[in-house]
């Protein structure tokens, strides 16, 4: 079976704080996506990446940044911490380009104070 | 605009009793559909995928159909158990690129 494992299920931070968050595959899969998930708003999409050292904007991107240095490991970076990025994060990968099946991970619930 | 609606937003429903939810699309050019469950605190799980040609597809007590003329999905749960209690997204993709577009979901709750 996939996993896509989240480092952390649950953080608090305070306003201003650099926050990683981590999100590892097992699978082999090309694709990694990071979404952020808020009450009446459904999935958003932050960033995406189709191969190491790749990323591409999502529809949310202000805030965020990526990175990925190898292929089985995504990161989310808030660079400074706000109270409207208290969220639920959730990292996915897939292994086909365009339609491939989604797996995600557990999520990560961010509280900023 | 690529937009993907879902009806109800939430429901309540006794176990064992069946319940239809809806899908409505206008992404083109269309490419298939996947319905995903999401337990409460858990990450979403594809339960089905709904291509061009395809009209009905079960999974279980889980029965999802598309009408590609229409750009309509539904997905039926028959004799519904406590287990079924999440959220239900419907995510359609475009024939290009990486692009998705999902539905805001379906919370459904079963009650004893």
């Known amino acids: 079976d996939v996993k896509v494992t989240q480092s952390s299920r649950y953080l608090v931070k305070r306003t201003g704080e650099k926050v990683f968050l981590e999100c590892v595959q097992d699978m082999d899969h090309e694709n990694m996506f990071w979404y952020r998930q808020d009450p009446g708003l459904g999935l958003r999409l932050i960033y995406f990446?189709?191969?190491?050292?790749?990323?591409e904007k999502g529809d949310i991107p202000e805030g965020y940044s990526v990175s990925r240095e190898k292929k089985e490991r995504f990161s989310l970076i808030l660079e400074s911490a706000s109270t409207n990025q208290t969220s639920m994060y959730l990292c996915a990968s897939s292994l086909g380009r365009a339609t491939g099946e989604l797996f995600f991970g557990e999520g990560s619930r961010l509280t900023v104070l | 605009k690529n937009q993907v609606e879902q009806s109800p937003q939430s429901l309540i429903i006794l176990e064992g009793k069946n319940c239809t939810l809806q899908?409505?699309?206008?992404?083109?050019?269309?490419?298939?559909l996947r319905w995903y469950k999401q337990d409460t605190g858990r990450g979403p799980v594809s339960l089905t995928i709904?291509?061009?040609?395809?009209n009905t597809k079960s999974n279980g007590r889980y029965t999802a159909t598309l009408d590609a003329d229409t750009k309509q999905s539904s997905l039926h749960i028959t004799a519904s158990q406590l287990s079924d209690s999440a959220s239900y997204i419907c995510?359609?993709?475009?024939?290009?690129?990486?692009?998705?577009?999902f539905g805001g979901g379906t919370r459904l709750m079963v009650k004893p």
């Open positions: 709904m291509t061009f040609s395809e």
């Open positions: 995510v359609v993709s475009l024939n290009a690129g990486n692009m998705l577009t």
């Open positions: 990446s189709y191969d190491v050292k790749m990323k």
């Open positions: 899908c409505n699309y206008t992404v083109s050019p269309f490419s298939n």
